[in-house]
């Protein structure tokens, strides 16, 4: 089965502090790509970031970085410095290549910073 | 360049009318997809274009749900006969269409809130 898993449904995070978002995935593809995007209470998707399942380095775009450990399954997202526009719902996601359609999504975190 | 754009970003229709819903890609992206989020909840995946051809029509949620794609570019989702179940975000995304270094990631539109009384 095909399947993204985010196990915290909220976090409080003071702000300035770093917070890690925990993200692990199932798939049986060799070949995937993971994502992050942030949805704030506008609605709107917003892609953060991207890791190819062999790209030995990991993303990172400004204050955003992803701790990709492949053997563990696992993509975490490294916010640093947060911000109070942080603030917002975060996705996990996954395109297993295989399918030319499909991306996976997770349930979701809710990240709440406080001032 | 300009974003992914979506048509109107609210809507309030009557239970049992038809209503459309436009989406206007990224220029050159060949793929579109359309979702639906209901409230406080993820993403449900309706439909994949692929140029105009829908290969992935298989979340549809009933035959009142129709598609399509002219030229490449502009989709239009339909609802007929709406009920009040069909209320929730409809949300349109566009990609390159190809698989690898990150060329299949899939740009939001804002979204249109639909509301069936």
Redesign the interface.
Known sequence: AQKITQTQPGMFVQEKEAVTLDCTYDTSDQ?Y?L?W?KQPS??????LI?Q?SYDEQNATEGRYSLNFQKARKSANLVISASQLGDSAMY?CAM?P?SS????I????TRLSIRP | GAGVSQSPSNKVTEKGKDVELRCDPISGHTALYWYRQSLGQGLEFLIYFQGNSAPDKSGLPSDRFSAERTGGSVSTLTIQRTQQEDSAVYLCASSLGWRGQGQETQYFGPGTRLLVL
């Open positions: 070949s790509g994502f995007y506008s609605g709107e998707m917003i892609f991207y190819g996705f395109t290549y030319a359609s499909k991306i999504f997770g349930s979701g």
